[in-house]
């Protein structure tokens, strides 16, 4: 039996026609295109081009959705910085299983926290974007998934 192999990869590292499938897989999802014709001529790559990479290209939140990922955040030891960067995760729909911060020291605490994704209301790559932005966030990174 075959395993399949995955890697993660920059998208910018990836041939264009990748792109282009998984975006005719998202109007094909969201509705923006009717059919597979309709979304391959809409990011103009071939019906064949699309049907041959289809089953392997996978944008990266999707692969997440639905499932237990685990997060780690290097946080400034202030008042309110845990509060904030729980909040995000509350505003987003991710469902937090565990927490887990260590004692400060220099200023600083570790936090990893576990979430399910499967409820929430914007994309992995968003939240991801809110988080590392917040004031207090010294690094955010995906442990697990």
């Known amino acids: 039996m075959k395993t399949n192999k995955y890697y993660i990869v920059s998208a910018e590292a990836l ?3 990748f792109i282009k499938v998984a975006e005719a897989k998202r109007m094909l999802r969201v509705g923006e295109a009717r ?3 309709e979304a391959a001529a809409a990011v103009g790559i071939s019906r064949s081009a699309f049907y041959k990479y289809k089953d ?3 944008p990266f939140q999707d692969m997440k959705a639905g499932q237990i990922i685990t997060f780690y955040a ?3 030891d202030n008042p309110g910085v845990l509060s904030n960067y729980l909040s995000i995760f509350a505003d987003s729909g991710a469902n937090i299983l ?4 260590g ?3 220099n200023g600083c605490a570790g936090v990893t926290i576990s979430a399910e994704t499967s409820e929430m209301n914007e994309e992995l790559d968003e939240m991801i974007a809110r988080v590392s932005a917040a004031e207090g966030v010294l690094k955010f990174q995906i442990l697990a998934g």
Request: aromatic letters at 0%; a neutral charge.
């Open 56 to 58: 392997a290209v996978q």
């Open 74 to 76: 290097l946080l400034k």
């Open 98 to 101: 565990t927490i887990n911060q």
């Open 15 to 17: 041939p264009d026609v």
């Open 103 to 105: 004692i400060p020291t």
């Open 35 to 37: 059919t597979v014709g």
